[in-house]
């Protein structure tokens, strides 16, 4: 048996999509008290306050410990054990959405690793008490919730061991580092970056992160930060009345006749040529499709 603290969220209540709390709670548990074999709908993540345990999953047994834990992902069978000495006490969390995985890879977890060590269990058993006090349905909850579960993987990303990364194979470990400069990237391409930033940001010098992009996307973190950048324009010079300067201010340019230049070196049009003709294009569609829609309108 256990003694527990448990909260579940109803997902009919859930206002985000990507990435959201399903449930967490609290866990003493007796010796050798075990739960499964049995599969998960949602992603579970479980820490070690103290004890120790076993953790199986896809053929692997893992021997855990305080200031450890293990991740269990959807649809795979698992099944972990108290131990008869030293029975453990861990905090748990279930989230789900369709940015788990990138989340998870952000903070080194999943693609096939589902133990980690962190260093943070008293900042992690703060922010699960936190959400345990949100019992009760208000509008406001669902946004504190939210944010303390974006505070638990901060906590995870910069706490979790980085010996850790041992267990990632070669190709994993170049996938992640491009993964996270990618994530940097979309989230601070408006703000001016460098490729000196995005390499800084994930720890790599230059050249390597220029090698590792070349591998794995066969395009240099500069010609990919310039297409993004541009790409982005194009949407807004589409969708927006904006000016020109400002969006390329939006985009990270400053000087706006660079970010001509640049728009017209990728897509062979400056941005208000390109604006004025996709727009009369659209005019021109739009045209024909109503015509179509006349002629193809039964008399009465």
């Not at 709390?21 to 306050?49: F, K, M, Q, T």
């Not at 400053?254 to 208000?272: E, I, N, R």
Request: charged fraction near 20%; include cysteine.
């Amino acid at each position: 048996m256990e003694e527990s603290y448990v909260l579940h969220m109803q997902q009919q209540y859930q206002k985000f999509s990507d990435f959201y709390l399903c449930c967490c709670g609290e866990a003493r548990c007796e010796p050798l008290h075990s739960y499964g074999p049995a599969v998960r709908p949602n992603y579970l993540l479980h820490y070690i306050l103290d004890g120790c345990g076993r953790f199986q999953a896809e053929g692997q047994e893992y021997h855990l410990g305080k200031g450890e834990g293990f991740l269990i992902t959807p649809n795979k069978q698992t099944f972990y054990q108290a131990d008869r000495e030293h029975p453990w006490t861990y905090l748990w969390i279930g989230f789900d959405g369709s940015s788990c995985e990138s989340c998870l890879r952000a903070a080194g977890l999943g693609n096939g690793r589902l133990t980690f060590r962190c260093g943070g269990g008293e900042e992690l058993w703060q922010l699960v008490e936190a959400m345990l006090s949100q019992n009760k349905p208000t509008s406001e909850r669902d946004f504190v919730l939210q944010s303390l579960l974006c505070q638990f993987f901060a906590c995870l990303t910069r706490e979790i061991s980085p010996s850790s990364e041992t267990f990632l194979s070669k190709t994993e470990r170049e996938n992640l580092y491009v993964h996270q400069a990618l994530e940097y990237i979309r989230n601070n391409y408006a703000d001016g970056i460098t490729v000196s930033d995005v390499a800084n940001y994930v720890a790599l010098n230059r050249s390597y992160l220029f090698t590792l992009f070349q591998r794995v996307l066969d395009i240099s973190p500069r010609e990919y930060l310039t297409r993004f950048r541009l790409t982005r324009a194009r949407e807004q010079l589409t969708l927006t009345d904006a000016s020109i300067a400002s969006i390329a201010a939006s985009c990270g340019y400053q000087d706006s006749q660079v970010f001509s230049k640049a728009f017209k070196q990728l897509f062979g049009l400056t941005p208000a040529k390109y604006r004025s003709q996709d727009r009369e294009t659209a005019k021109r569609n739009l045209e024909q499709y109503l015509s179509t829609e006349k002629d193809g309108r039964p008399s009465h």
